[in-house]
């Protein structure tokens, strides 16, 4: 197989996301490795080294996405057996020549603290204090509540949505006790505009609710499908934008409710 | 103030870091917009409307990162008042050549929902039912530990592993009491290769403390060179790998742990 690697003097999630964008659109298996901090001529000889003993292994040469600022490391790496993509390559100059301002490099630029770093970490906290609905209480601090039946996803799109972007995210779950004559409680109520509503396709919750708690009548399809056909009327009857996430990533149920629920965010 | 646009038919995430990892060399400050799931012609001519906008209004004009799969609508976005930079543009031919594969575009490639969704969360619902030393029994299962004081920075450094690597992540408080001859519980012993310590500066964990207790001993400067002291030594002492948080973010800090205690990630 294969060996794609990632490297970079910092995190190397700048490398990855760059890789995998492009190996993404090959079907082809790949063997994976990141090795990030290479901000030293040794450790990126070692680097050289894994890389031909990959390519010895394997006898293809291993695909290099990479992203350094000191030239003499990317020389190093190069200079490997491996086939070096770097993507800073064709796009620095051109967009130096529309800026009129020359690049800075800096090591641990995309992914270092910033100003608005308190922001997320913040938001992780505040998350986490307000998950599941334990306290409804701090409402008016948050961008935004997110509803639905258990085990449709809140509590990931929450924190995805507290790390990557900074926002505050409640969340509330509408359980059993609520189905029947189902409303909005009146904490609920007071932060509508702010709602936001999961649901997902009955037999994956099923499925979801099965690996939990096998055999239990919260895990039974009837049930399941009782309680979205529920939750999902009070959606329409109250006016509650709503997401199905039952075929969607955390990243892109989060990056949905951004756009759907024009929230800004706190980290660029 | 100049505005940069990170447009995409999915979630746009490649945009963002492929855009970031480029203006963060430059010594300017932007308006970032990010437009994801431009997937018709419709809200194609949408988005070129507002990126003309931008462009009228500060007589600058936008920078925009973009990658799309249908070409109809990236010709619709080219032809905006915008500079265009596609990353895409200068890398799938060469690496088709070097593969010798055809490229297969298709939507949601990087961030949609793969095999290897499950594994991050059931991680991140791990991460969450250890947090915090709520309970030792699942140690079995960790991939990886974290120890340290109140307020180091475990949890959200657990849950970034869990969300973006699919590591399960629990985390124990060292806390006040067991400051005096301070040793490792039977449980923590019992899982000690898979301890990692995270410690802080003290100036920095008081002013953390403060904002959360403000004028409490626990907040004060006093008992948080204490404790870093004694939880340092203790790292020493039992020969547990550690880093300090305090000029790292979430990020930075996670990559390193990854690589330092040579986790296997369930996430490419």
Redo the contacts between chains.
């Keep these: 197989m294969?060996t794609a690697f990632y490297i970079s003097d910092?995190?190397?999630?700048?490398s990855?996301?760059?890789g995998?964008?492009?190996?993404?659109?090959?079907?082809?298996t790949f063997e994976?490795r990141?090795?990030?901090?290479i901000d030293e001529q040794e450790k990126a000889l070692r680097a050289v080294e894994e890389i031909n003993l990959a390519f010895a292994e394997s006898g293809e040469?291993p695909?290099i996405f990479h992203?350094f600022v000191d030239p003499a490391i990317k020389r190093i790496i190069v200079k490997s057996e491996g086939?070096s993509?770097d993507?800073?390559?064709?796009?620095?100059a051109?967009?130096?020549a529309?800026?009129g301002?020359?690049?800075?490099?800096k090591t641990?630029?995309?992914?270092?603290?910033s100003p608005e770093?308190n922001f997320?970490?913040d938001a992780?906290n505040y998350t986490?204090e307000n998950?599941d609905g334990v306290t409804t209480k701090n409402y008016g601090e948050a961008d935004i509540i997110l509803i639905g039946a258990s085990r449709t996803?809140k509590?990931?799109t929450c924190?995805?949505l507290a790390?990557q972007y900074g926002i505050k995210a409640a969340n509330y779950p509408i359980t059993e006790d609520d189905m029947e004559h189902l409303q909005l409680s009146y904490d609920l109520k007071m932060h509508r505009h702010k709602l936001f509503g999961l649901t997902i396709d009955a037999e994956r919750l099923q499925s979801i609710r099965e690996a939990r708690r096998a055999g239990s009548r919260y895990a039974s399809i009837e049930q399941c499908q009782f309680e979205i056909a529920e939750i999902e009327a009070l959606y329409r009857r109250e006016a509650i934008p709503y997401l199905n996430s039952t075929?969607?990533?955390?990243?892109?149920i989060?990056?949905?409710i951004?756009?759907i629920a024009k929230l800004r965010?706190h980290r660029?």
Aim: glycine share 4%; aromatic share 14%; net charge neutral.
């Design positions: 294969r910092g995190t190397a999630l700048t990855e996301t760059f995998h964008a492009i190996l993404s659109l090959f079907p082809v994976h990141t090795l990030p901090f040469r695909l992203t086939v993509y993507f800073l390559d064709h796009y620095v051109p967009v130096q529309e800026l301002v020359s690049a800075q490099p641990n630029r995309t992914h270092g603290i770093y997320r970490i992780v986490l998950d996803g509590t990931p924190l995805y790390l075929y969607a990533s955390v990243e892109e989060a990056a949905k951004m756009t965010r660029y």
